[in-house]
């Protein structure tokens, strides 16, 4: 990390807590009125750090020059057919058999009850138009017996039973979670879906039982005039490494564009890859499949995640991922890649233990993967991005992360599964710029966990504390294999910078808003703090909100190397220098943001907090897109 991240600014010790009043609390009703205006991309100049537009935008997609072939396709296509003409479509199979690297299909709109689609070329698939294709992996069930009570079943051949990965412990979890829930069909009632449960006495109107040894599905709602939807395919499309079709992997991505892949058993999309075998120099792993682009796309209801997607120059722009059953998207052993103005939304649908799930989980050695300008939102069950085990110089950048994990930086549940839900976690993993981002409403904002040169700076945290750990696992051995040695060892978990943030807890927030924390057993043989620079941080909490300190930190030489502080001075003793330009205000007097409850978080340039920063190094500022003069401000939102 550069050396040159140190304040030129003059300035004094501030030792006078001023009062500054924060925006209440919303009302529920209010706030689930403002998530849905987000998503619709109403707010994408007022409540978050860049602006949006989040998720698939509706548009016309022109038919593309092409040095390749155009062929047409639709949901009645006729499967013999060149689909070289409009009015004479083929089917998606039959596209996809024919189709070379540069050939471009156009999707006709409607519903596509397809799956398990096979390719290994760099085409291109879009709509027609305006035109909305939807890929369904499912089937319509119209076949029903009514049984005694409210029951009815049906024959189904089509089922995905499935079992826990070798890695989940059920001593630990079993308890939690029923083996039943592992299994990857689905069962849809007008489009809602039901939950799995484990014996036809606990059916009701809301759930599903599968008899797999006789192949029967059971539901609890009368299907007459019902449209029910059972799974029926493992994936959306495939792309393969082998050869299909007659052709060869030719490793270029695919570039998909304004299409929803919903209702599969497993994954929308699955790129395959082939991972490093131990610790790998990048050059030799992530070229199978170079380049693929999904771009205002929807991935829902699938029975795992929403896509798998690996291989290098990857790029997610646009698009939504909700409701999976554990994660959004895996992207592993991959580099120079990135996601940007998505939303992700509710994942780990049915609460798995043990299962550790994220909206995005960023996994096995990748390299330089950007996420930016994305909306991660309503996720109680789920952390929101999670960079984990052996990524390098990450960029987390410009993001609204809201409502993640149920706390709502209260104190933990000790029945839940997961204690704490992370907004933005990096783990076992060498460097990462957070910056510019808000965090609202979330167990932990950030969770820096036995990691090494983090560089967190220009965020807002609105009850999301800030958390940095590390503990005794080492990076040489344990349930991971070798994939941990791509980290950093116990001794080199250090480095960080903090600088420039804003942290911020109202009456709802009642634990310290920033824990710097190691395992009891490093007391003593880590004493060297895992920071380098904590500075020109501002601090606002509510003097109603109970006796809590603003800080947790260790390691300090008392006994147990573990100090509270809540005013400069008291930082002063956990972190030399850290008094300078640090600043604790409360909640009164003076509105802290200019947007009341519209949801806008710039602050109020009145606030005494808003210049209270340093100026960024220059690649900061660069990633943030600030002029090269620029007034320095606090927390995501520059000052106007």
Not at 529 to 555: I, M
Request: proline share 6%.
């Amino acid at each position: 990390m550069s050396k040159g991240i140190v304040s030129k600014r003059p300035g004094g010790l501030i030792r006078r807590l001023r009062q500054v009043r924060v925006m209440p609390r919303m009302s529920r009703p209010f706030r689930l009125m403002l998530l849905m205006a987000a998503a619709a991309g109403w707010l994408t100049t007022v409540a978050q750090p860049s602006g949006g537009p989040y998720g698939p935008v509706h548009q016309s997609w022109p038919v593309p020059k092409t040095a390749g072939k155009i062929i047409y396709v639709a949901p009645d296509g006729n499967a013999g057919a060149a689909g070289d003409q409009l009015a004479t479509p083929t089917t998606i199979e039959s596209a996809l058999a024919a189709a070379v690297t540069g050939d471009v299909l156009i999707l006709r709109g409607g519903i596509y009850r397809s799956g398990d689609l096979l390719f290994n070329q760099g085409i291109t698939i879009q709509p027609y138009n305006d035109e909305q294709p939807v890929f369904k992996g499912t089937q319509v069930a119209d076949q029903w017996q009514r049984l005694r009570g409210n029951q009815w079943k049906t024959s189904w051949k089509t089922l995905f039973r499935a079992y826990p990965d070798d890695w989940w412990v059920p001593d630990r979890h079993g308890m939690r979670t029923p083996l039943h829930v592992f299994n990857n069909d689905m069962v849809f009632v007008d489009g809602r879906l039901l939950h799995s449960v484990g014996w036809p006495g606990e059916v009701d109107e809301n759930s599903f039982y599968i008899d797999y040894e006789k192949g029967f599905v059971y539901i609890g709602t009368n299907p007459e005039n019902r449209l029910v939807e059972i799974t029926a395919h493992n994936h959306g499309f495939f792309r393969v490494l082998r050869d299909v079709h007659g052709k060869k992997n030719d490793h270029k991505g695919v570039i998909m564009r304004g299409i929803t892949l919903t209702q599969y058993a497993y994954a929308g999309m699955e790129i395959e890859a082939r991972f490093p075998d131990g610790i790998a120099d990048p050059s030799t792993f992530g070229k199978d499949v170079v380049g693929s682009v999904f771009e205002h796309c929807t991935f829902s209801y699938c029975g795992r995640v929403g896509g798998y997607l690996h291989g290098d120059n990857l790029v997610m722009r646009n698009c939504k991922v909700h409701d999976t059953v554990t994660e959004g998207i895996y992207i592993q052993s991959a580099s120079d890649c990135l996601l940007e103005r998505n939303i992700f939304s509710r994942n780990n649908l049915d609460n798995i233990s043990g299962y550790y799930p994220a909206a995005v989980k960023i996994f096995n050695q990748t390299h330089r993967v950007v996420c930016r300008d994305n909306l991660i939102c309503d996720q109680p069950l789920s952390n929101g991005i999670w960079y984990d085990v052996g990524n390098v110089d990450g960029r987390f950048l410009n993001n609204w992360v809201k409502d993640v994990g149920t706390n709502r930086g209260g104190p933990s549940d000790p029945n839940a599964h997961w204690v704490n839900y992370n907004g933005f976690f990096f783990e076992i993993s060498k460097g990462v710029v957070c910056a510019g981002n808000l965090f609202e409403n979330c167990d932990q904002g950030v969770f820096i966990l036995n990691s090494s040169n983090a560089v967190i700076t220009q965020n807002t945290f609105v009850n999301s504390p800030l958390v940095i750990s590390r503990d005794l696992r080492s990076a040489q051995a344990d349930h991971f294999g070798w994939h941990p040695a791509t980290g950093p060892d116990v001794d080199q978990r250090e480095g960080h910078q903090v600088f420039n943030n804003l942290m911020v807890g109202t009456d709802q927030c009642q634990v310290p808003l920033m824990k710097v924390m190691q395992h009891p057993g490093l007391c003593g043989k880590l004493t060297r703090s895992p920071l380098t620079l904590f500075d020109h941080n501002t601090f606002v909490k509510d003097p109603d909100g109970g006796d809590y300190p603003l800080l947790e930190w260790a390691p300090v030489p008392v006994e147990n190397c573990q100090m509270t502080a809540s005013t400069p001075e008291e930082m002063q003793k956990v972190f030399e220098g850290a008094a300078a330009h640090n600043l604790v205000l409360t909640t009164k007097n003076l509105p802290l943001f200019m947007g009341g409850l519209t949801g806008n978080y710039a602050l109020n340039p009145a606030f005494p907090g808003a210049g209270n920063a340093m100026l960024l190094p220059a690649n900061i500022r660069d990633l943030l897109g600030l002029p090269a003069k620029y007034k320095p401000f606090t927390g995501s939102y520059p000052l106007k």
